[in-house]
């Protein structure tokens, strides 16, 4: 009964929360309803026992993901309101619905044949946490592995492609040195 | 009342299809990142459902490494956003059309 209650309330503030980011004209509010959604998200992994993964969830989303993203609007110019595309609403709300049931028809597919099997059972008496380093650490013990390589990479990546420029110091320069360095900035730009 | 496996994937499905509204309709790219991270949880979720009715952790592992590649998906994206507003001072999906064959 009270996971029934759970279910529907998460789902409908999930829902009005997503609803909000992609249909607010300013970005302010979409960032903070994104956020919240994600917190409602991580509500439906501790209904479902995955404690750590919602755990995981909050602080991956709302530390990580949404920090970068509130750097980045105060990066970009976000005072504006968002321009829209003018399409066909109907074409776009007709293929999203197409593609959302194709996406349920492929998870749902194996599970009407009976296709399933559990590969790595749940253990009796063992915490959520303890079964997800168990089975982590030996039979995804490789992925695991790519993908830590592949955070380095993204890390590497994204120190080169938003650090450049970045080792000259404004703090520490003389006004009159801030001030060639912007002339010389103008000047590129306006050639 | 009981819920089930088919209410979580109901819901997965509502929670897509917002997502790839946004998608298609989003002009400014970092509203359209807004709407992949929605796309990405809402797949979470049915793999979290999935590993739950069917006693198996497979489903919470895969959700791992989705997020982890949806972390760094952002980092990437947003060090590529961050020099492209650098150099063209907009970040407007149209203008980016310098690929046009």
Sequence with gaps: MFEAIA??????LTIAMFYITVTTSQALYALSALAAGMIFISAFFFILGADFLGAIQIVVYSGAVMALYAF??????????????QGNKF?????SVISAVLVVAIFSAPILGDNITALYPMIEGAGNTQEVGLVLFTKYLVPFEVAAVMLLVAMVAGIVLAGKKMDASLTLMSENDIRLMRE????KVLS | MEIGLNHYLVLSTILFAIG?????????LLML?????????SVNVAFAAISHYYGDLTGQMFAFFVIA???????VGLGLLVVWHKR??????DNMTSMRG
């Design chain 1, 7 to 12: 279910f529907y309330l998460f789902a409908f």
């Design chain 1, 72 to 85: 980045g609007m105060m990066f970009f110019d976000t005072t504006r309101d968002v321009k829209e595309k």
């Design chain 1, 184 to 187: 010389e900035k103008n000047k």
């Design chain 2, 88 to 93: 063209h001072n907009n970040i407007d999906l």
């Design chain 2, 20 to 28: 790839l509204v946004g998608v298609m309709r989003r002009k400014n």
């Design chain 2, 33 to 41: 990142f807004f709407a992949t991270e929605i796309l990405l949880n």
């Design chain 2, 69 to 75: 590649i949806a972390a760094s998906e952002v980092a």
């Design chain 1, 91 to 95: 074409i776009v709300v007709g293929l």
